[in-house]
């Protein structure tokens, strides 16, 4: 049963029934038709109460039914709305807990709508690079007038029930405590006989200069929009209520919501949509997994990770104690972290009772006792495996049974890691990203022993921190750095063939990056990459790089951190300004290499920048580092800047088509040092059959 249907002393009462949130799916639709009709029908029946069960009253869409032909097999949620306007009798909407895109639209048709307060109201389509696609954009500004209208279905934000008391989009907002259905009922017996039936299509949109106010609107709008075509289109369709009549609004809502639902960007949204969704199922964990409880955290190293993990911890209201080796490392430690909290507070980001709160759950110690009855404790010392091992060594020793032992170790071997403790059940990579306490990604990284319990309850704790967490297998790097290190290296091969930082840097933020690579490794410090590439020089000797970033880091220049790296930096500044000097150790370099330096095209640069990560991206697939294409996007979208609007490495190789990504990396491996582009076998048989990573 989707939708349940009882009498109460002349009003029917209709209650969408689809958990988790009452999505308008075909089955719902339908039922809340029959509904409708069969009120109707009944000479008894005086007025319709229209309800959500369980807390809310809609969610909109059913999102399983996304891309599939239910969306558009009647009764359509257009037709829903018709036939709730159109009703003979009175439908009065009773609305609680949450209230938002298609199930806003079905609300606005009906004739009445009443509320409880703390019910979220949005139309949040925007989000998903749409305009509201059922009447929204029509309907809404007829009740809440031009300026609130616009506001909400631009930016998509839920506003509380009880901000929009006295508007005309409820007709009652009930006092806290009310008991929603009996009130609407009762509301309903009140209204029974009242004609005509009111209709918010039947309301005009006034304002006195809509004109001036829908110009600067549009400017306003177009400079926050970036490269995502939907929010001017909000703004144009909410133009339409005021200078169209109500039907050809409508059907100007509908062809630009039918435009954007085939535009590059909204697909890109989409699929990071449900990319989120996807990363938290486990094949092998299903969701009734038991996880471990979480209450106390420890963290080791103060250094710039642990700080941030720290601060994470205490963010989601989790006490943490952080230990370090030295008394001034520890005091510096949680001096950074006062610091970081007191420009948040400064900003007005954070009460002086939260600030104190989150610095009340910070402890420091240098004493692993003091740890030891942690649920978790996450190692963030140096990336050395010694440190690491010993480090290991003690935590197994003096950490309550069941502790969950994780590391943030950014490329190091998360077996050998536990294979030094008697419990490797119990450990987990959790990968966190700088600054710790900001980023959204966290590599959850599986090792050979990994207990599926731990897996699920860090899972579980990637939600309460607020991040996405994506399951990585082990491998040098994990997913994201992996495949970072493929980047890195096109992009030091284009420095030795012709191009310069800040060349290699504007293509690819042109392309969407947040930061190119040069700008990037400035700000990471150029240090990080070099040690990295020491360790591997021994253990790969084989794999061929630019030499131009170890000849960089010989001459200290570590980037922001050192006020020079690829770029120059006035001290107290992080803007990069190119710099002589290392531009003519490039071009020194290359004539060392007896390279005749080339022009290289913008297009060249993102081309091998980004088929490098999809190409490591493809590998890391067939090998089942990661579960799916879309863990991987997810990964590059939320750690590594990856633009949004191209839906991460994998979906944008499916939307270039893999037979053109995998033709130019064959083109590629014609070319200098084409050993670094040797096509990933999954790659070749996607292209072969015509198929995509994420199909
Ligand atoms: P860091 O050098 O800033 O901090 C390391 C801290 O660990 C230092 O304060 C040091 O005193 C402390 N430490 C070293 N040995 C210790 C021991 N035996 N007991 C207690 N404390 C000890 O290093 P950072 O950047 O915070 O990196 C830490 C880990 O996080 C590394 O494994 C790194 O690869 C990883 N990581 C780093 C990222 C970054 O952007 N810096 C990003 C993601 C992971």
Same mark, same amino acid.
């Given at each position: ?38 009120a109707e029908l009944d000479d008894t029946v005086k007025a319709i109460v229209l309800t959500g069960a369980g ?26 709305? +018709? ?46 690079? *749409? ?51 009996p009130a609407a009922v009762a509301f309903a017996r009140r209204i029974a006989d009242v004609r005509p039936l ?12 809509? !004109? ?26 909410? #133009? ?16 630009? %919501? ?23 199922? $486990? ?29 994470? %911890? ?22 950074? $972290?006062?610091?970081?909290? !007191? ?21 420091? =110690? ?22 690491? !091992? ?30 030094? =403790?008697? +419990? ?63 980047? *890195?290296?096109?992009?030091g091969f284009l420095l030795d063939e012709g191009a310069l930082p800040e060349q290699v840097d504007q293509a $690819? ?25 020491? @360790? @591997? ?59 005749? +330096? ?10 091998? *920048? ?7 991206? #493809? ?5 089942? $580092? ?11 979208? =939320? ?6 609007? +191209?839906?991460?490495?994998? %979906? ?44």
């Amino acid at each position: 049963m989707s939708a349940e249907y009882l009498v109460d002393g002349g009003v029917a009462v209709i209650t969408l029934n689809n958990p988790p949130v009452n999505g308008l799916g075909l089955a719902t639709r339908t039922a809340a038709v029959e509904g409708i009709r069969k009120a109707e029908l009944d000479d008894t029946v005086k007025a319709i109460v229209l309800t959500g069960a369980g807390k809310v009253f809609s969610g909109g869409a059913d999102i399983r039914e996304f891309n599939s032909p239910k969306a558009l097999t009647e009764p359509t949620l257009h037709t829903l709305i +018709r036939v709730a306007e159109n009703s003979t009798k009175p439908v009065v909407a009773a609305i609680h807990g949450v209230c938002m895109g298609g199930g806003l639209e079905l609300a606005l048709g009906c004739n009445y709508r009443v509320a409880l307060p703390g019910a979220q109201v949005a139309l949040p389509e925007v989000k998903l690079g *749409l305009v509201p696609g059922a009447g929204g954009t029509q309907r809404l500004p007829r009740v809440l007038g031009l300026e609130r209208s616009l506001e909400m279905i631009v930016s998509g934000t839920p506003v509380l029930s009880d901000k929009l008391a006295g508007t005309a989009l409820f007709d009652e907002v009930f006092p806290a405590g009310t008991e929603l259905v009996p009130a609407a009922v009762a509301f309903a017996r009140r209204i029974a006989d009242v004609r005509p039936l009111p209709k918010v299509r039947d309301r005009s949109v006034d304002h006195p200069d809509f !004109e001036a106010f829908l110009r600067r609107s549009r400017e306003s709008v177009k400079a926050m929009a970036g490269p995502f075509p939907a929010p001017l289109a909000c703004v144009e369709c909410v #133009a339409a209520s005021v200078t169209m009549p109500f039907e050809d609004g409508l059907k100007f809502e509908r062809e630009r %919501f039918l435009q954007l639902a085939q535009s590059p960007e909204s697909k890109a949204l989409r699929h990071a949509f449900f990319a989120e969704r996807a990363a938290s199922k $486990i094949p092998d964990v299903p969701a009734d997994t038991p996880t471990r409880q979480i209450t106390r955290a420890a963290v080791v190293g103060a250094g710039t990770m642990g700080g941030g993990i720290a601060m994470s %911890f205490a963010n989601a209201g989790i006490p943490v104690t952080i230990l370090e080796m030295e008394q001034d490392r520890l005091d510096k430690g949680l001096a950074t $972290i006062r610091k970081n909290y !007191e420009s948040t507070l400064k900003k007005g980001k954070l009460t002086p009772e939260k600030f104190d709160q989150r610095m009340g759950l910070i402890t420091g =110690t240098l004493s692993y006792k003091d740890i030891a009855q942690a649920d978790i404790v996450v190692e963030a010392v140096f990336e050395d495996m010694g440190v690491k !091992e010993s480090v290991f060594r003690h935590l197994d020793s003096v950490m309550k049974p069941g502790a969950i032992l994780a590391t943030n170790t950014s490329t190091l071997d998360v077996n050998r890691i536990a294979g030094v =403790t008697s +419990r490797p059940q119990d450990v987990i990579g959790t990968h966190f990203f700088s600054p710790a306490n900001v980023m959204k990604l966290l590599e959850i990284v599986r090792g050979a022993q990994t207990g599926k319990d731990v897996l699920a309850t860090t899972m579980a704790l990637s939600k309460k921190l607020k991040k996405t967490g994506v399951v990585s297998g082990v491998c040098d790097g994990f997913i994201g750095n992996r495949m970072l290190e493929q980047y *890195l290296r096109q992009a030091g091969f284009l420095l030795d063939e012709g191009a310069l930082p800040e060349q290699v840097d504007q293509a $690819i933020e042109k392309f969407g990056f947040a930061m190119g690579p040069y700008r990037m490794s400035d700000m990471a410090g150029n240090d990080v990459g070099w040690y990295v590439r020491k @360790r @591997r020089a021994i253990e790969a000797p084989d794999v061929t790089y630019s030499k131009t970033a170890d000849l960089l880091c010989e001459q200290g220049r570590f980037g922001q951190k050192t006020g020079a790296g690829w770029y120059d930096y006035v001290p107290g500044d992080r803007t990069p300004h190119p710099s002589q000097m290392v531009n003519d150790m490039i071009v020194n370099h290359s004539k060392e290499l007896g390279i005749e +330096r080339r022009a290289i095209s913008d297009q060249e640069i993102v081309e091998r *920048l980004v088929y490098a990560l999809v190409n490591e991206g #493809a590998k890391i697939l067939e090998e089942g $580092i990661a579960l799916r294409a879309s863990d991987i996007d997810m990964v590059y979208l =939320t750690g590594y800047g990856f633009p949004l609007q +191209r839906g991460g490495p994998m %979906f944008y190789a499916d939307w270039v088509g893999l037979p053109r990504v995998l033709a130019s990396i064959e083109k590629y491996a014609e070319g200098r040092n084409g050993d670094a582009w040797k096509p990933a076998q999954l790659l070749a048989r996607l292209a072969a059959e015509g198929k995509g990573f994420n199909s």
